[in-house]
């Protein structure tokens, strides 16, 4: 039987796209599921001056796909409080905690806290020393924090950050927030790797030639200009989003499948992945920027022609890269990263492309040769693996044929399976942090990255652009191509089959 978790949660950016989309939801998804229910109180604060009615009434509109009737929507909302709040003004804070005081009571929900920063990440070092200079945290029941992206903008500014935010909590108590270690296929990855031996007992440079890991999104900067132009596809996805998936990669079997031997295990991987010079940095990362292009009949605008982006921006909205990983098991193998806006097809997947055999045997007899092994892990938006094989043609002669086996979960499966965020919220719930950035991880991110930003600075060229829905400039094909090896997912291939593209 479920239990119910008792907490009240303070969320701030409670008008914000983030909470209305994904974490609303997901609250209400965890209280159909009877892990939130009578001892749980919301303090949405934000800006604007909305009365608890209106917000309730936002609340009810962010669920309505998933409500059952109006009376249990209704009910939900009742527990959520507004408060209109500058978060740079003390005497905020006290009314804050006012209403935090009188909720926790009327819930009788003991002192269990949970705090959630979605919004501007200027404000969340201001916010948090509050919480504590004003005795909102007050080091009774769990009190812990929920930091969503960015980290900081360099290894320099995250420090800065996480200096602050530790005067306040302890880093067993901060949550920082990678959305995609909520997602199923990402939490799989373990599964496939070590509870299949026949994949453990490859994984490492002597069977694998090369790994891809690919992010595309076929959409564009949307409204995010003013983040994304400082941000770029760089900060915004690799040094978060792809470098946790590649850590979880290359990892070492963890002692015991727990939090601790895990993370132990994320940090070494991490640590091990060469640092670039600036030069070899420039060699090895591609940046790319969209222009405008059509798609089914459709047209679609450059990035410098969208809404908020400067006329001669140089942010990168596509980057491929590649890292190598300095240890006995992966020396010589190239992780290649790719991940952009406006590329093809919307999906995130990972390719393992295993080494070939020695082609001798069959080449004497026929004119195909045995095509490498290639493990895909599906992430989104099907959920899944192949395997791609060599069999042999029906028929009189001996000829090779390429084969597959699939597994892709069913949308129905998929519908009823817990979002990333829901699952993230409930692991905060239950205090478990495996499915979060440890601050180690995090710096060494920023490590990684700096690199290439700086080069990137410090030696200015002309970006490579491609055409939105294509899969990005052809300098990012050249980096593998330079080597022998090609990216193993072809999405534009399909469209252009069928005169899409
Ligand atoms: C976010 C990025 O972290 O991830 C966005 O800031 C990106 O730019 C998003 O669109 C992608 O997430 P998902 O879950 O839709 O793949």
Not at 167 to 179: G, L, Q, V, Y
């Amino acid at each position: 039987m479920i239990k119910e978790k008792y907490c009240l949660f303070t969320i701030f950016g409670a008008t914000g796209d983030l909470a209305k989309r994904k974490l609303y939801p997901s609250l209400f998804r965890l209280y159909k599921r009877g892990e939130l229910h009578k001892h749980f109180a919301v303090i949405g604060t934000a800006r604007r001056p909305w009365t608890n009615d209106f917000y309730r009434q936002v609340i009810i509109k962010s669920i309505l796909e998933l409500i059952e009737n109006e009376k249990q929507a209704a009910h939900f909302a009742s527990h959520f409080y507004y408060q209109s709040h500058d978060a740079r003004d003390t005497k905020h804070y006290i009314t804050l905690k006012k209403l935090g005081e009188k909720l926790k009571k009327d819930y009788y929900i003991n002192d269990n806290q949970i705090f959630y920063l979605a919004m501007a990440p200027q404000f969340f070092a201001g916010i948090v020393s509050h919480l504590k200079s004003q005795h909102i945290i007050m080091g009774k029941e769990f009190e812990r924090l929920i930091i969503e992206k960015p980290f900081g903008s360099n290894l320099k500014t995250a420090t800065i950050l996480n200096k602050e935010i530790t005067k306040s909590f302890p880093e067993k108590d901060i949550f920082r927030i990678d959305h995609y270690l909520g997602k199923e296929m990402i939490q799989n990855i373990s599964a496939v790797r070590f509870g299949n031996l026949v994949f453990e007992a490859l994984w490492n440079k002597k069977y694998i030639d090369n790994i891809q890991i690919t992010f595309a999104e076929s959409i564009g900067v949307e409204n995010r200009a003013e983040y994304y132009e400082v941000s770029g596809a760089l900060k915004d996805m690799v040094q978060n989003h792809i470098l946790q998936v590649l850590s979880l990669l290359a990892m070492e079997a963890p002692k015991r499948f727990k939090e601790k031997e895990i993370r132990k295990e994320k940090i070494k991987a991490l640590r091990a992945i060469c640092k670039y010079t600036e030069e070899k940095a420039l060699k090895n990362f591609i940046p790319g920027q969209y222009v405008a292009g059509d798609f089914d009949n459709q047209h679609f605008l450059g990035y410098r022609e969208e809404i908020g982006i400067a006329k001669n921006s140089t942010t990168e909205t596509f980057v491929a890269g590649k890292f190598f990983i300095d240890n006995e098991r992966w020396q010589g193998v190239p992780f290649y990263v790719r991940t952009g806006k406006r590329l093809t097809e919307k999906g995130t997947r990972i390719n393992i492309i295993f080494k070939k055999v020695a082609e001798n045997l069959f080449n004497e007899q026929n004119n195909r040769t045995a095509l490498p092994n290639v493990l895909t892990i599906y992430i989104q938006p099907t959920e899944g693996f192949s395997l791609s094989l060599n069999g042999k043609e029906i028929g009189q002669n001996f000829q090779l044929t390429p084969l597959k086996l699939q597994y892709r979960n069913k949308a129905s499966i998929l519908s009823n399976s817990p979002e990333a965020y829901e699952k993230l919220i409930l692991d905060v719930l239950n205090g478990k942090r495996a499915n979060f950035s440890h601050w180690d991880e995090v710096a060494r991110s920023w490590e990684l990255i700096d690199v290439i930003c700086n080069a990137w600075d410090n030696y200015p060229q002309k970006i490579p652009t491609y055409k939105a829905y294509t899969m990005g400039p052809h300098e990012a094909f050249e980096l593998l191509e330079k080597q022998g090896r090609h990216w193993e997912w072809k999405p534009d291939e399909w469209y252009i089959k069928r005169g899409k593209l």
